[in-house]
Each structure stands twice: as C-alpha cells, then as structure tokens.
C-alpha cells in the first residue's frame, strides 16, 4: 500500500533539490521562477484587494453607473460586497430593481456585477462586463411588451437572469408564470439578441428573439414536451409608432397557423389559415392581452371533420379531470364559424367552459338547430344540449322534433330529459324508450357514434312512424 506521507516528502525532496542544482547550474532559470513567484503574488494581492475597500462609500457610484449603463434603478438592498471567485465581481445583495423603467420588476434578487480585470480598484469611472441576476422573482406587465424590441436595442452591457421566476401581468392580475428562467440579453456583432429557457405550466419554453438593426426581426418560441412552435417575423416599422407588425407561423401538435397581424392596443389577426387533419379555414379576428385575456376570431372552414373535433374534445377536455387543465379555464373568447352553406353558429369559452351557440346546420330537405353548454364543469363534465330538427316525414308532411337533454361522457351515455314532436310533448314512458334505443342502436359504448349520419337519420324517421 502506498505510504502518502512518504511519498509526499520525498516528491517536496526532489523540487527542493531541483532548485538547488538548478541555482548552481542553471542561473536563468531560478530567476525564471522567482519572477513567475512575483508575478503570482503580485496577481493575488490585486485580486483580493478589493476585498479591503469599504464599499458604503462608493455606493452610489456604483448605483448610478448601473442605472446609466445597464437602465437598472435599485430601490433597496441589504450590501454590496466583493467576490473573487468563479470570477472577480460585486454581490449586491437581496435587491429590489426595476429594469428598463419598470420593463421588468425584480425582487429579493442578488446582483453579480462582473467586473474588468484591469479596473478593479477604479470606481471613479466605474465599469463592468456584464450583469447577472441570481434567484429573482420578476413581473412583466403585458401592456409594456411593445417596447421590449427598444429596450433590447438600447442595452449597453451583457445582462442574464438565472434561476428566476417571471410573472406576467395584465392590470394587476397575474395571467401566467415562467418559472426556472435562464435569460440572456447581449449584443452580437451588429445584432441584438434575448434568449430565454424556463418551464411555462411545468413544460420546458425557449424563446430566442433576434433585432439586426434597420433589418426585419424574429422570434422564435419552442415548447418541445408538447411538439409545439412559432416564428413570427416583424416587419421593419419606418413610422417608429406603436403599432407592431408581421407574420406569424404557429405548429402545435401538427396542427398549423399562418396569419398576418397587427398589434396596437389588441393582436388583429388577417389573412390567416389553419390546417389539420380534421380542419382548413381561413382565419381573422382579434386577441386582447389586457385587462384579461379574450378572443373574437372568424373561421369559414372549407373542410371540417365533426367526427375527429368531437373525438379531440373528448380525449383532451371532457375526460380529464379539470385539475389537470388550468391552461383551459385561463380561455375566455369566442369562435364565429361558418362552413359554406351548410352550417354556422358560435363556440363560446367562458373559464374552462366550452358551449355551443345559434348552430345552424342546413341540409336537404331538413333543418337543424343545436345549443349546447357544460354543467357539473369540475366533476362528470355533462353537456346539456337542445336539438331542434325539422324534416320531411311520412306523406311528405313536415315534422319538427325538439330534444332536451345530456350527453354524460364518462359513462358513454345520452340522457334524454324532453322530447317535443311537433310542439307536443311525449310522455316519460316513450322517452326512456327512446333514449334506450338511441344509446343502443346509436351511441352503442361509443358516443362518436352519435355523428354516424346513416343510424341518426333513421332514428328520427321511426320517429313519426
């Protein structure tokens, strides 16, 4: 076994020794390693210096040249003091900043003010590298990120928030979190850059925004856990006003959008087109950010697969537990469709709530009506519906049918709670009949089925039978 002890003195032996012949043999190369000694104590002693000076003097200093070339304007903090590793540099400690004229307020943050090796000890014209900002909580209202293309260009110095939290918010209300957020914003040649990586309702988010000057600008966003993206490419704004625009594609789970916008004090939405396998149409309408977050957008849909929508709407809203769709009580907003001339009405989104509105389907020889709404939003998740059908029957006479009643999800099951033909009421007897018939010969333990034209057809004509 290896004796360390030993070892070691015999290893400290051998350089002693090295020296010592190396002094009477070989002159130059002692004076090389008393210089190299020198230089390293020389080096240390400049390093740690700092470490003596008495900061409360110099803070405002140092304050003010981080208002002046980094736009941050401290409000509060507990010291500053100084750190020799991994790098020289000032520690302001637990910190509340704003960034950029209230862009980004920061709390109970740590400031490492990276400083340049050559001016350690100047604070007269004080200078630094770069800034990074440690274990912050920051908000960011939404009414100010039109200036954040500006507020990127003026910044003079390196800056990164590590291990933070951002807060987004719109009239003092939170709309959602970044959690976990690496930012960097930094100049690059000619070009200015901001990426930022975080985790937005615990999936991973990148988003990277690029401004070349008089050039066009582009952002990118990736939420890769959900197979999801946009790039939106800004058009060069000569006017320099407030009005942004650009084009946007947006791919989330190989659904895709492209539209034009325009973004003043809402996002206009204009010759836009989304496409899946269950649906193309061209798209227009608005998105408000403030004070809460509301949609109004168009859709005259040129293929529109009901069978696949209903099955989505199943799979993604009706089964899961509510718990596990926050994002989905965070929609409020409205969509317009109209598919040719078969079919319109309204989807409204009312906090986790989807309903059905005015739709009017119109095919030969009969006319449908249909309203829809979710009772029970936290728990079985039911759809109350009122269908109304009007139709050619026997001898050709016209019928009208009004059915009243829930479609219960997570028991495949349809509940006929009315029916009404021809303005007259049947009785409870011939209404559970009917709703047994319908869930075996229609609904059969598959409530897709329910869109099976050929079997729903034919119920309603033994109807007047």
């Known amino acids: 076994m290896l004796n360390f002890k030993k070892f070691l003195n015999i290893n400290i032996h051998q350089v002693v020794n090295f020296f010592l012949i190396s002094k009477s043999t070989n002159k130059k190369l002692t004076f090389i390693f008393y210089l190299i000694l020198i230089s390293l104590f020389i080096a240390?002693?400049?390093?740690?210096?700092?470490?003596?000076?008495?900061?409360?003097s110099r803070e405002f200093i140092i304050l003010e040249a981080l208002k002046a070339k980094s736009s941050i304007n401290i409000k509060k903090f507990?010291?500053?003091?100084?750190?020799?590793?991994?790098?020289?540099?000032?520690?302001?400690?637990?910190?509340?900043?704003?960034?950029?004229?209230?862009?980004?307020?920061?709390e109970n943050s740590n400031i490492h003010i990276i400083l340049n090796l050559k001016g350690l000890l100047r604070y007269k014209n004080f200078d630094y590298r770069r800034i990074s900002v440690e274990n912050s909580n920051s908000k960011i209202f939404i009414k100010n990120l039109s200036k954040s293309i500006n507020i990127i260009n003026k910044n003079q110095?390196?800056?990164?928030?590590?291990?933070?939290?951002f807060n987004f918010i719109g009239k003092e209300k939170k709309l959602f979190e970044i959690s976990d957020v690496d930012l960097v914003i930094k100049k690059k040649n000619s070009e200015d850059i901001f990426n930022l990586s975080g985790f937005l309702l615990q999936k991973k988010i990148f988003i990277n925004f690029s401004h070349k000057g008089?050039?066009?600008?582009?952002?990118?966003?990736?939420l890769p856990d959900i197979d999801s993206s946009i790039?939106?490419?800004?058009?060069?704004?000569?006017n320099k006003n407030r009005i942004v625009s650009g084009l946007t594609n947006l791919e989330v789970l190989?659904?895709?959008?492209?539209?034009?916008?325009?973004?003043?004090?809402r996002l206009e939405i204009a010759n836009g087109f989304v496409r899946n396998k269950s649906v193309n149409s061209s798209v227009k309408g608005y998105l408000n950010f403030d004070p809460n977050f509301y949609f109004d957008l168009h859709l005259e849909p040129n293929m529109f697969n009901v069978k696949n929508i209903f099955q989505f709407s199943l799979e993604q809203y009706?089964?899961?537990?509510?718990?596990?769709?926050k994002f989905a009580k965070k929609l409020n907003g409205k969509l317009d469709l109209k598919f040719k001339d078969l079919f319109q009405g309204e989807v409204l989104f009312e906090n986790g709530s989807i309903s059905l509105k005015n739709f009017l389907i119109n095919k030969k020889n009969e006319f449908i009506k249909l309203e829809t709404s979710i009772e029970d939003l936290n728990s079985t998740k039911k759809v109350v519906f009122d269908f109304q059908k009007k139709l050619n029957g026997k001898k050709n006479r016209e019928e009208m049918f009004n059915i009243k009643g829930q479609i219960i999800p997570v028991k495949n099951k349809v509940v006929l709670k009315k029916i009404f033909l021809n303005n007259k009421e049947?009785?409870?007897?011939?209404?559970?009949?009917?709703?047994?018939?319908?869930?075996?010969?229609?609904?059969?333990?598959?409530?897709?089925?329910?869109?099976?034209?050929r079997k729903f057809n034919h119920f309603f004509k033994n109807f007047s039978k």
């Open 44 to 56: 240390i002693f400049y390093l740690l210096s700092p470490k003596l000076l008495n900061y409360s």
């Open 78 to 106: 507990k010291n500053i003091n100084y750190r020799i590793f991994p790098t020289p540099r000032l520690v302001i400690k637990e910190s509340n900043f704003d960034f950029h004229k209230d862009f980004i307020l920061v």
């Open 157 to 165: 110095k390196k800056i990164n928030f590590t291990k933070s939290k």
């Open 214 to 222: 008089n050039k066009n600008n582009n952002l990118s966003l990736k």
């Open 231 to 238: 790039k939106i490419f800004f058009q060069n704004n000569e």
């Open 254 to 265: 190989n659904n895709f959008f492209q539209f034009d916008f325009t973004v003043n004090d």
């Open 318 to 325: 009706l089964l899961p537990n509510m718990k596990s769709l």
């Open 426 to 453: 049947l009785s409870k007897e011939k209404i559970k009949f009917y709703e047994k018939k319908f869930n075996e010969q229609i609904v059969d333990k598959n409530l897709v089925n329910i869109f099976n034209s």
